[in-house]
T-cell receptor
């Protein structure tokens, strides 16, 4: 099955700096890579995703890049703000007509310091 | 619009008791997923349904766990008998369809088995 590794497990940045979280996956057939943000006491919230036919996607201060050859993808947050502090999870899946099983990374605790 | 609704939000029970967790997916969504989150194992997919039919239950830990989806707007996850190692946060997520990528999570149920 799919295996997703995520690094780092914790990340501390100063407000206004950039943050980068990296993930690798094992199944070359995976074709969908979402990123979730989880705040304390809440469920994971989808913040951005990328499909295997795209190398990069950007949404305001958040961007995701995908390298299919190397089987890794990354989340980039620019101009970080205190409200960006949360746990971020990457995931991978092979979406087919028969299902969409997300395999999650172990999470990155991001702390944005004032 | 209402998101995924889960109840109860917190459940404390004694070992050996039956526990039932409930989920109402987003209206119009055809796929429903049950996840478990622990510090040790992270986010794990337990089972998912499409059009009220279980598609893949390979993540269900053992026979003590069962899930049903009697109609498009309601699902239950039952643990009988419960054990301390079942303590975790259980999330329900829904998606417009199996071939649709995005999954939207509920707020979770924190289960503590003493």
């Amino acid at each position: 099955g799919e295996n997703v590794e995520q690094h780092p497990s914790t990340l501390s940045v100063q407000e206004g700096d950039s943050a980068v979280i990296k993930c690798t996956y094992s199944d070359s057939a995976s074709n969908y890579f979402p990123w979730y943000k989880q705040e304390l006491g809440k469920g994971p919230q989808l913040i951005i995703d990328i499909r295997s036919n795209v190398g990069e996607k950007k949404d305001q201060r958040i961007a995701v890049t995908l390298n299919k050859t190397a089987k890794h993808f990354s989340l980039h947050i620019t101009e970080t703000q205190p409200e960006d502090s949360a746990v971020y999870f990457c995931a991978a899946s092979r979406v087919t007509g028969g299902g969409n099983k997300l395999t999650f990374g172990t999470g990155t605790q991001l702390k944005v310091e004032l | 619009d209402a998101g995924v609704i889960q109840s109860p939000r917190h459940e404390v029970t004694e070992m050996g008791q039956e526990v039932t967790l409930r989920c109402k997916p987003i209206s119009g969504h055809n796929s429903l997923f049950w996840y478990r989150q622990t510090m040790m194992r992270g986010l794990e997919l337990l089972i998912y349904f499409n059009n009220n039919v279980p598609i893949d239950d390979s993540g269900m830990p053992e026979d003590r766990f069962s899930a049903k989806m009697p109609n498009a707007s309601f699902s239950t996850l039952k643990i009988q008998p419960s054990e301390p190692r079942d303590s975790a946060v259980y999330f329900c997520a829904s998606s417009p369809g199996l071939a649709v990528h995005e999954q939207y999570f509920g707020p979770g149920t924190r289960l503590t088995v003493t």
